[in-house]
């Protein structure tokens, strides 16, 4: 050890006992790492086949700290500044860092990882912290798209296009198509569609528009993590999709680079036809205030019967009564509200947890319900749009009235 020369130890080399361990060092704010940990966090399940999915990947290279997450179905990684001049990767146990990291005030946190054995330890103003990460050679690389399509919008219109469909979506296994968002682009739109069969939603967005006619559905999940993450995230979202795998990419910088992206597999299957089961002649149309229409079905339907959740609209005049009954209990509810309606009388049943759904994604003050017949689709559509370029539908399916 006589020949080592005094400055190698600056150079990432750490002396331990007789022999001398190549390491990886970086420095990092630990309130910026772990905002971003808690972002990718989303990710991670609780419970994974592969060990190396209870890690998050770090890669450094050039000053950048590369953080990936990834369940083999989405991946998602985001980048951020450090002061290092190493490169290399490690698999860092995602609990403990996070749970380690909540504890830290706003300070400088130096890493450093032996890459031969993945020992990687953390030095803060108040102590050193030892975790034993994984190769991170290991861990699986996000898939690339060839031949992808793109386009580009808004992240906090994305963000509303999920938020507004999303709760729609179906969770039957068996039908897994009709799990997830329908996201479809043309020449003049592009539309977002979710149903589970006894109701639907379809958000269309004419100030986006695709050079050609293009689909996918894409899941439950990565929907969730879009809707939560670019609630907060202003500028562009970079999408390009194939026929198996989409990538969702925001915090683009002006020379190019990408701040997160998150890549994930599509649910391979053929939409329904949604544009069939949606009524086109409905003479029936009945327009009331939201937030009335709302707490009423809310109070009213605490009397339904708890299998059917059954709540009886009967509409005359400028009268619509909401009732509910549980004969089990002998449990009855009836309200009486006015409202603006043209058509015939009509009596019609719902379940009311659908219709709870809906009036609670409905932003305009007023509420317009198009209804044909008591066994056929009703239609709720806002009585005013917050954004012209903004088409909101939805549908509800009627329940059969125990008369």
């Not at 905002?35 to 999915?53: A, D």
Request: aromatic fraction near 6%.
């Amino acid at each position: 050890m006589r020949g080592l020369a005094p400055h190698s130890v600056s150079k990432g080399l750490i002396l331990q006992g007789n022999y001398i361990k190549p390491a990886m060092k970086f420095i990092v704010s630990s309130s910026t790492l772990l905002r971003q940990l808690q972002m990718l966090n989303g990710v991670l399940n609780s419970s994974n086949t592969l060990p190396i999915l209870d890690n998050f990947l770090f890669e450094i290279d050039k000053g950048q700290l590369t953080v990936s997450a990834s369940d083999l179905e989405t991946t998602m990684t985001t980048q951020l500044n450090v002061e290092s001049k190493d490169s290399g990767n490690v698999a860092v146990p995602a609990k403990l860092l996070i749970d380690t990291l909540k504890t830290f005030p706003e300070q400088p946190l130096t890493f450093s990882v032996d890459k031969k054995r993945f020992a990687i330890e953390i030095a803060s103003d108040h102590g050193k912290y030892k975790i034993t990460g994984q190769n991170g050679d290991e861990f699986p690389k996000a898939p690339s798209l060839e031949n992808a399509n793109n386009i580009e919008m808004d992240a906090s219109v994305l963000s509303r296009a999920v938020a507004k469909t999303i709760f729609a979506a179906g969770n039957d296994e068996l039908r897994p198509v009709m799990s997830g968002v329908f996201i479809q682009f043309s020449e003049d739109s592009a539309t977002f569609v979710a149903t589970d069969a006894h109701k639907l939603v379809r958000y269309r967005r004419t100030d986006i528009k695709s050079s050609g006619a293009s689909s996918f559905i894409l899941p439950r999940k990565p929907l969730n993590l879009l809707k939560n993450i670019l609630n907060s995230v202003e500028g562009i979202v970079r999408i390009e999709y194939n026929p198996t795998n989409a990538r969702f990419s925001w915090g683009i910088a002006a020379d190019g680079t990408v701040g997160t992206t998150l890549v994930c597999r599509l649910i391979d299957g053929k939409y329904p036809n949604y544009e069939a089961v949606i009524p086109k002649n409905n003479p029936n149309k009945l327009s009331i205030d939201t937030g009335a229409l709302l707490g009423s079905i809310r109070r009213v339907s605490i009397f339904a019967n708890k299998t059917t959740h059954q709540v009886r609209l009967k509409i005359a005049g400028s009268e619509l009564n909401i009732s509910a009954e549980d004969l089990d209990f002998s449990n009855e509810a009836v309200e009486r509200l006015t409202c603006s309606y043209s058509g015939e009388d009509m009596e019609i049943g719902f379940n009311s947890k659908f219709l709870l759904d809906m009036l609670t994604n409905v932003d305009s003050d007023e509420v317009i319900i198009e209804l044909s017949a008591p066994n056929r689709a009703g239609i709720l559509l806002p009585g005013n749009k917050a954004n012209e370029a903004e088409d909101t539908l939805m549908l509800v399916m009627p329940v059969m009235l125990n008369n």
